[in-house]
């Protein structure tokens, strides 16, 4: 009867495929390790999108308000401007003329804030003009389909050219998201600015109109 050696060697090609496992298993927890990274990076960049929008659409239903309360007083302010220049010239009429500039300066501001801001990928840096993230500028609009929707309008490229742009790895993707967050972060900063005007020229506008009314007041 044989007896079986314990401490027999292992066949050489064994060691060999344990390393090739090894290895294997490795680079396998390495790829899922950079998978995981790359898609912790674009749901970041997707939630920045994301808060970005929030503050855009926070800021147009303040100014939204503001305009809507800025556009009740416009017929007195237009009555007042006529019958103070119509008594001639004097401080109160001077006062409430600076009270009017600045009241329509807030309109102005409050309006714009409001309108649409095109061609931000001008100020970002490496952008390219088209976004597929955003797909901006893809139909040829004119003054026309402001008011009607015209058949004839047809994308500037085909479904096959768009789908040859948008990004096929994840390099490409951040790219693509990290333009988009820039291009929103210039309209958020713009906007901010426009609406800090807004409320200032509007809260000089009634700070002049209450010192044009102490004067008349004053004088008469």
């Known amino acids: 009867m044989e007896r079986t050696n314990l401490f027999q060697p292992e066949p050489s090609g064994t060691s060999s495929t344990a390393g090739v496992a090894d290895n ?24 920045a999108v994301k808060d970005i929008q929030g503050t855009i659409r926070a800021i147009d239903s303040k100014i939204g308000i503001l305009l809507a309360a800025l556009a009740f007083p416009l017929k007195d302010v237009a009555q007042r401007f006529i019958a103070v220049h119509e008594a001639g010239f004097a401080p109160s009429s001077v006062v409430f003329s600076m009270a009017i500039c600045a ?20 100020h970002a840096k490496g952008a390219t003009d088209f976004n597929t993230f955003y797909a901006g500028g893809l139909f040829p609009l004119n003054f026309m389909d402001a008011f009607i929707s015209r058949k004839n309008v047809h994308s500037r490229m085909t479904v096959e050219d768009f789908s040859k742009k948008i990004p096929q790895t994840c390099n490409e993707m951040l790219l693509d998201i990290s333009a988009e967050i820039m291009q929103l ?11 800090r005007y807004a409320f200032l020229f509007t809260g000089g506008a009634f700070f002049l109109g209450a010192i044009g009314f102490a004067l008349l007041k004053k004088t008469a």
């Open 103 to 122: 009241y329509a300066i807030g309109v102005i501001l409050s309006v714009l804030t409001l309108t649409g801001i095109g061609g931000s990928h001008f």
């Open 24 to 47: 294997s298993l490795t680079a396998l927890v390495a790829a899922v390790d950079r998978q995981t990274d790359e898609d912790g990076v674009i749901n970041w960049g997707l939630e």
């Open 185 to 195: 972060a210039y309209i958020r900063d713009l906007k901010i600015l426009r609406q």
